[in-house]
């Protein structure tokens, strides 16, 4: 409280450091919140990804999910709109970890795109960024970064098993950096 109140007297780098450290910790909470539901599921016979509310639009949530990235991410809608019978909640969740990987950790441009293939509907992200890790079990320990370090791991942990739990598949390539959503339980 005290730094807050005498923040505008700090020297820029101290402001930048404490900014940078309050990001951080709202990161944090996000990824102990995101822990919490990934144990719980491990507990659980029947996960919460699994639940059947629809989404109306995909072509919608996909659209509001990327809405706050503004230009720093391209979209590539389905020609045809359809309806998704998962719950919105876990696929924003996935989209959303993704494109922040993107961004956090790749390069310039991200691109999210949806794609039929037959009856599978497939979400890629895309940035054009190499990946130091040639498969997604390597990546997804937890703690890893794509270019090494800790940091990535465990959402993608966490994505992997959202999609899994929505009898979906997350599929990776590394170079450009690509992680595909197959998903099957389309209406």
């Known amino acids: 409280e005290v730094l807050r109140r005498e923040f505008d007297g700090l ?3 101290s402001q930048k450091a404490f900014l940078q450290m309050c990001d951080d910790l709202q990161r944090l ?4 919140e995101a822990s919490k539901n990934y144990l719980r599921v491990e507990q659980e016979e029947r996960p919460p990804f699994a639940e059947k509310p629809s989404i109306p639009s995909i072509n919608a949530l996909l659209s509001h999910v990327l809405e ?4 720093r991410v391209r979209s590539q809608a389905l020609a045809a709109d359809r309806a998704l019978g998962l719950e919105p909640y876990w696929v924003e969740l996935c989209v959303r970890n993704l494109v922040e990987n993107a961004l956090t950790h790749g390069n ?3 691109v999210v795109s949806l794609q039929e293939e037959g009856e599978e509907l497939v979400l890629s992200v895309v940035d054009q960024g190499v990946a130091r890790f040639a498969t997604l079990d390597e990546m997804a320990q937890p703690f890893q970064k794509k270019g090494g370090g800790p940091g ?5 942990s966490i994505v992997r098993k959202a999609v ?5 598949e997350l599929k990776f390539r590394p ?3 690509t992680f595909s959503i197959q998903l ?4």
């Open 11 to 13: 020297p820029s780098n």
């Open 108 to 110: 310039p441009p991200v």
């Open 175 to 177: 170079a450009p950096t």
């Open 164 to 168: 899994h739990s929505m009898n979906g």
């Open 152 to 156: 990535l791991g465990l959402w993608l």
């Open 68 to 71: 706050p990235y503004g230009e």
């Open 184 to 187: 099957r339980q389309t209406q």
């Open 29 to 32: 909470d996000r990824v102990v």
